[in-house]
């Protein structure tokens, strides 16, 4: 069974930083893309960043550019999200994916799904 676990997540003041990791069991995605996405209430589910199989390509959504950094070590935690300079428009449940050959930014290029740790920054 394949499983996406994301941790990091917290309660965190404005200016802030978090660092999420998402941890892979059940198989392994050292020759996918993986991605981050977030969900705020009452909204859908959108894309943060993404990050090729050998983590030589990143794309970040433009609200997260210059503050987010998606990284990746197929030997450990295979990727991580740095958050820097957090607001409370970064709040939501974040969520970690993997599938894509290739990067991609849309929820249905993504076959796998973490079940999301929840990010909330105050003002």
């Known amino acids: 069974q394949v499983q996406l676990v994301e941790s990091g997540g917290g309660l965190v003041q404005a200016g802030g930083s978090l660092r999420l990791s998402c941890a892979v069991s059940g198989r392994t995605f050292s020759t996918d893309a993986m991605g981050w996405f977030r969900q705020a209430p009452g909204k859908e589910r959108e894309f943060v960043a993404a990050?090729?199989?050998?983590?030589?390509?990143?794309d970040y959504a433009n609200s997260v550019k210059g503050r987010f950094t998606i990284s990746r070590d197929n030997a450990k935690n295979p990727v991580a999200l740095q958050m820097n300079s957090l607001n409370p428009e970064d709040t939501g449940v974040y969520y970690c994916?993997?599938?894509?050959?290739?990067?991609?930014?849309?929820?249905?290029?993504?076959?796998?799904w973490g079940q999301g740790t929840q990010v909330t920054v105050s003002s």
């Open positions: 994916a993997a599938g894509p050959k290739v990067l991609a930014t849309k929820t249905y290029e993504y076959d796998y």
């Open positions: 990050i090729n199989w050998s983590g030589s390509l990143t």
